[in-house]
């Protein structure tokens, strides 16, 4: 069992983001065991056959039998950072800090430097700068395409937590963060992890951060220097590669009009208006309207989150739904 206990100061200095980096490894990860991640099914068949030699600097280092370098996961600066930016971070990292990681692959995974793993070990440099090109090409082939709706979930993810934190403090944060996380008296316990452990905050803050690929386990990275950083599963994420619209209900329908009460419907996540013109068909115009008139009316309200706005239903729009 994992447990991190908080100063007073930490308890204030929870923060939230997401990173597109550890988007990558978790992917790759998840790519490599895929066993117990039945909802990524559709991601699998159709990003497997892309998965070939010329991401071996990438294969080389995250083995799918563990610890994956945390290099790799830089700590983010923002809440919403994009991959250029990580990018940098990567390709700036101190040649010290790789062989630390990659000294600590091989000790927990035996065998594992080999490769281009051993390569990037022996002249950082040139590693470093071939392993940025291939997480790009890698981010090309199997991310770009689906990021849209993944930042969605992600940033939908920042603001519900945020919404928690600030009504309800941590126990609000970890109350359905994930299932092995218990939060007591101003310490959090992780049930699933294979070692004790122990650690107290004395400043760094904990970071969390929300992530499609690695449901249904948490990652940790609490045992190094610097910021404590836990990488859960974010909200909804059984919602990803779902087509299709949630029902709209018949008598709300009635009352409100069918299409605002098929919005109200989809809202169970915070979602942009390009992602609700996508899951329910309505033209962009269209879904527009009715959430301005849903706004005026209180069943929805808007924040914006990174580069998006999100609408979230309101208690008053659950009541409806819910009657």
């Known amino acids: 069992m994992l447990t ?22 978790a992917g ?18 159709q990003v497997g056959p892309l998965i070939g030699g010329d991401l071996a600097p990438l294969l080389d280092l995250i083995t799918g039998a563990g610890y994956i370098p945390d290099f790799l996961c830089p700590v983010p600066t923002s809440p919403t950072p994009d991959l250029a930016g990580e990018l940098a971070v990567l390709r700036a990292t101190p040649h010290e800090i790789i062989r630390t990681d ?20 022996q002249d950082p440099g040139p590693g470093l700068e071939r392993l940025a090109h ?24 920042l603001l519900y937590r945020a919404r928690q934190y600030a009504e309800r403090g941590p126990a609000g944060v970890f109350a359905d963060m994930h ?5 007591e008296d101003r310490t959090l316990y992780l049930d699933d992890r294979p070692k004790e452990l122990s650690r107290t905050l004395n400043g760094e803050g904990l970071l969390l951060a929300p992530s499609v690929f690695v449901w249904p386990r948490l990652l940790y990275r609490t045992d190094s220097p610097g910021q404590a950083v836990i990488t859960y599963p974010v909200r909804a994420v059984a919602t990803l590669w779902e087509r299709g619209t949630a029902p ?39 879904v527009s309207e009715q959430l301005a008139l849903l706004l005026s009316a209180g069943l929805v309200t808007k924040h914006r989150v990174g580069r998006a706005m999100l609408y979230v239903r309101t208690p008053r729009a659950q009541a409806l739904l819910d009657d």
């Open 102 to 121: 990659l000294d600590r692959m091989a000790a927990e995974i035996p065998g594992s430097l080999t490769g281009c793993a051993m390569e990037l070990y």
């Open 179 to 183: 299932a092995a996380i218990r939060w």
């Open 134 to 157: 291939v997480i790009e090409a890698f981010w090309r082939l199997a991310m770009a395409p689906h990021w849209p709706r993944m930042r969605n979930l992600l940033e939908g993810d």
């Open 248 to 286: 709209a209900p018949d008598a709300l329908a009635a009352v409100i009009g069918r299409s605002r009460a098929l919005l109200l419907a989809e809202l169970d996540t915070p979602a942009s208006t390009t992602d609700l013109s996508r899951s329910t068909g309505l033209s962009p115009a269209n």
């Open 28 to 45: 790759i990860q998840a790519l490599r065991t895929p066993a117990g991640r039945p909802l990524h099914l559709p991601w699998f068949k």
């Open 4 to 25: 991190v206990a908080f100063s007073a100061y930490d308890l204030t200095s929870i923060r939230f983001a997401y990173s597109p980096l550890r988007e990558v490894s």
